[in-house]
């Protein structure tokens, strides 16, 4: 899913755009028990506990792709796999069937590791995609599908913190009632995936809220997927360690900022906000960069069974960052190419030019030399 169909189904969490019908929870107690509450409505909820679910469904669509959400295909065998047969029947079921809602929580359950407590929120939502004019605009006239969707979240239940609260009114200071609080959610799972503002019923989109929680196994046991899930800094590290091992650290400053500028010039060229890059065409990005072929060669071969990564995930679109051992230097992207790496007087220099006499040191102006 794209940024734009992400932020699409998003702006459905509001009272006004609201097109959920039913929500369902269940909660999981630290010993491993499920307790389901009664199905409802969702317009029939008090408006201010819609609006705290809101923000729950929000939060699960947020953060950026390979970082918090992540693009999964379920892996199909006669057009179909179990776990993405069983996704399909409960998002089919508009939560309307307790026995299938709570198999499926259980299936949650069994392979979600969690020492706390945790409350499993499920909602059915039925959004009548609106067609686009020629300019982009939305035209709900022209509206010929209806995306019915399930939003799973997996919030965190924990015990408010100690402390004292007053009563003005009667002039009590008094320890405060501790209570269960519901926060937000550490992992959510939108199916079906929202692809090219249409269903794809062979893919959903998954939330972590930061990779210390991915939840593998839990992510392995619901979608049948065997791979590693890589997040955008995964990528990132195994960029840097094929790119070192196969130039023997022999690569400078000036083949790393090239091939910056020719990454940034490919991402600001693209008409969508993910591009995917094969380890071949890196590799001849690399070589164009100033790579020795048969370094790019042995990069392309040392990348194995990989066979894509997210080129924006392999650059700093804002900033290049040189970390020397006493000191990091950070520059903004448009002027990366001022700074040279050279020697003087027999020793290596990172020097970036200075066009004013004055220069600022912890925001005090002062003389360049």
């Given amino acids: 899913m794209t940024k734009k169909e992400i932020l699409e189904i998003r702006k459905q969490f509001t009272p006004e755009n ?21 199905p409802k409505a969702f317009l029939s909820l008090p408006e201010e506990e819609a609006f705290k679910y809101f923000d729950i469904f929000k939060a699960a669509l947020s953060g950026k792709k390979g970082k918090t959400l992540y693009d999964i295909e379920y892996p199909t065998v006669n057009g179909s ?68 969707h399930i939003l799973c979240c997996i919030c965190p239940v924990s ?25 937000k959610p550490l992992n959510a799972m939108l199916y079906p995936a929202f692809n090219d503002r249409s269903e794809d019923i062979h893919s959903l989109l998954y939330f972590s809220k930061n990779v210390k929680c991915m939840q593998e196994e839990f992510v392995h046991a619901m979608t049948g997927i065997q791979d590693e899930i890589r997040s955008g ?17 022999s690569a400078d400053y000036d083949i790393l900022y090239a091939f910056q500028e020719k990454a940034l010039e490919v991402l600001e060229s693209a008409d969508t906000d993910e591009v995917k890059i094969s380890p ?14 048969e370094q790019a060669e042995a990069f392309v071969k040392s990348m194995g069974d990989v066979k894509e990564l997210n080129l924006g995930n392999l650059v700093d679109k804002s900033k290049m960052t040189v970390t020397l051992p006493d000191a990091t230097i950070k520059i903004p992207a448009q ?14 220099y990172a020097a970036f030019p200075i066009d004013e006499n004055y220069v600022e040191v912890n925001g005090i102006a002062v003389k360049a030399r």
């Fill in 18 to 38: 609201c097109s959920l019908t039913r929500i369902v929870t269940g909660y999981v107690s630290p010993e491993k028990e499920l307790s389901m509450f009664a």
């Fill in 81 to 148: 796999s179990d776990e993405e047969n069983m996704i399909r029947e409960l998002r089919d079921s508009r939560l309307t069937r307790p026995e299938i809602t709570e198999n499926f929580c259980e299936k949650i359950m069994d392979s979600y590791n969690c020492p706390e407590g945790y409350l499993i929120v499920l909602i059915h939502g039925a959004y009548d995609i609106p067609g686009k004019t020629a300019d982009d605009e939305e035209n709900f006239d022209a509206s010929d599908e209806v995306y019915e």
């Fill in 159 to 183: 015990l408010s913190k100690p402390g004292l609260s007053i009563k003005p009114e009667e002039k009590k200071i008094e320890d405060r009632i501790r209570d269960w609080v519901i926060g």
């Fill in 233 to 249: 800094e995964d990528e990132k590290l195994l960029f840097g360690e094929k790119f070192t091992d196969c130039t023997n650290g």
């Fill in 280 to 293: 071949k065409d890196l590799g001849s990005m690399l070589q164009s960069s100033g790579v020795e072929e």
């Fill in 335 to 348: 002027y990366a190419y001022r700074l040279e790496v050279k020697e003087i007087d027999g020793r290596m």
